[in-house]
């Protein structure tokens, strides 16, 4: 099976050793997104839903580099510093997704890169 690294500068750069995403086969794995701002490499300042939709545009530009669509998501994992934010998060994912929805994840972390409140990753598939 042949894997290619999916890359995009509409989507913050990795700070670490990894890739924005990787497809393998018809697979697109998404590393997690937080919310950066792809120009500045800095944390968008705003409250979680503002926080939430950087998260989903970055996905949504490193689905575009992968040929794709956030509607090919079958998979995402949602990692949060309090779930109190659940229902701002899920109102905000929403407008991104239509049914049938991915399946999906939310798991409360006690912290998160660069001191972000969301963190997102996605698994994609290519027919």
């Known amino acids: 099976m042949t894997r290619s690294i999916i890359s995009t500068d509409k989507a913050p750069a ?42 989903f545009d970055n996905l949504k530009a490193v689905a ?32 991104y997704f239509q049914a049938p929805y991915p399946a999906r994840s939310t798991i409360q972390v006690s912290a998160l890169p660069k001191g972000a409140e969301v963190e997102v990753d996605a698994v994609l598939v290519i027919d």
Request: proline share 4%; charged share 10%.
């Open 64 to 95: 575009e580099a992968a040929g794709s669509s956030l509607s090919a998501i079958v998979r995402v994992g949602i990692y949060v510093t309090d779930l109190a934010n659940f229902a701002t998060v899920n109102a905000v994912m929403a407008e």
């Open 14 to 55: 990795a700070i670490g050793p990894y890739s924005q995403a990787v497809r393998a086969g018809n697979t697109v794995y998404f590393s997690g997104q937080i919310p950066l701002d792809p120009a500045t490499g800095n944390l968008v300042q705003g409250d979680i839903a503002l926080q939430t939709r950087r998260v």
